[in-house]
T-cell receptor
Framework: QQQVKQSPQSLIVQKGGISIINCAYE??????FPWYQQFPGKGPALLIA?????SEKKEGRFTISFNKSAKQFSLHIMDSQPGDSATYFC??????????????FGQGTTLQVKP | DTAVSQTPKYLVTQMGNDKSIKCEQN?????MYWYKQDSKKFLKIMFS???????INETVPNRFSPKSPDKAHLNLHINSLELGDSAVYFC?????????????FGPGTRLTVL
């Protein structure tokens, strides 16, 4: 059972365009939603994150939009650049009684930005 | 100035062998994790240790045994390797208790079981 569903699986965008990646979740106990960026041969790295009490967070060209009622959140990459070509993962943190801070990842989206 | 390091980077071995992967972090974090990334790039938590105490233990075959000698190290030992164990294994660390709990990942160990 996939608790965090991510789409699309792959995305091709022209340089300067907007890349949009969507995620949906079911568990209302999730309390923190990070996005990770992974380049080939490297480990994932935190890109941007949001908490559910905020509807939008922007850092440079990267924006997270969060819809708590719909249990959906998305990553927007404005003015996409070839250097943004990577795999992007949304994730959600599970805040259970053990307070483990466990992260559950979406399936990943491979983004290719064409020059 | 590597924050989270793993050794080895590549590991090729035969079925049935036993192997270990080592992880070290110099960030002063108190929590460390092992993740498995399969061929479809799906990332799944396997284990987590906080101050050398096991706090996450997902449904992983008991052939996998993590060991944390101290807060800065988390090793993964795998017995009787199987073809399905082929994957990239990532170590990560974080400082527990922070509201954001950012996890910092190592470069990964690509394990190939022949």
């Amino acid at each position: 059972q996939q608790q965090v569903k991510q789409s699309p699986q792959s995305l091709i965008v022209q340089k300067g365009g907007i890349s949009i990646i969507n995620c949906a979740y079911e568990n209302t106990a999730f309390d923190y939603f990070p996005w990770y960026q992974q380049f080939p041969g490297k480990g994932p790295a935190l890109l941007i994150a949001i908490r559910p009490d905020v509807s939008e967070k922007k850092e440079g060209r990267f924006t997270i939009s969060f819809n708590k009622s719909a249990k959906q959140f998305s990553l927007h990459i404005m003015d996409s650049q070839p250097g943004d070509s990577a795999t992007y993962f949304c994730a959600a943190r599970e805040r259970g009684s053990s307070n483990t801070g466990k992260l559950i990842f979406g399936q990943g989206t491979t983004l290719q930005v064409k020059p | 100035d590597t924050a989270v390091s793993q050794t080895p980077k590549y590991l090729v071995t035969q079925m049935g062998n036993d192997k270990s992967i080592k992880c070290e972090q110099n960030l002063g974090h108190d929590t460390m994790y092992w993740y498995k990334q399969d061929s479809k790039k799906f990332l799944k938590i396997m284990f987590s240790y906080n101050n050398k105490e096991l706090i996450i233990n997902e449904t992983v075959p008991n052939r996998f045994s993590p060991k944390s000698p101290d807060k800065a190290h988390l090793n993964l030992h795998i017995n009787s390797l199987e073809l399905g164990d082929s994957a990239v294994y990532f170590c990560a660390s974080s400082l527990r208790g922070r509201s954001t709990d950012t996890q910092y990942f190592g470069p990964g160990t690509r394990l190939t079981v022949l």
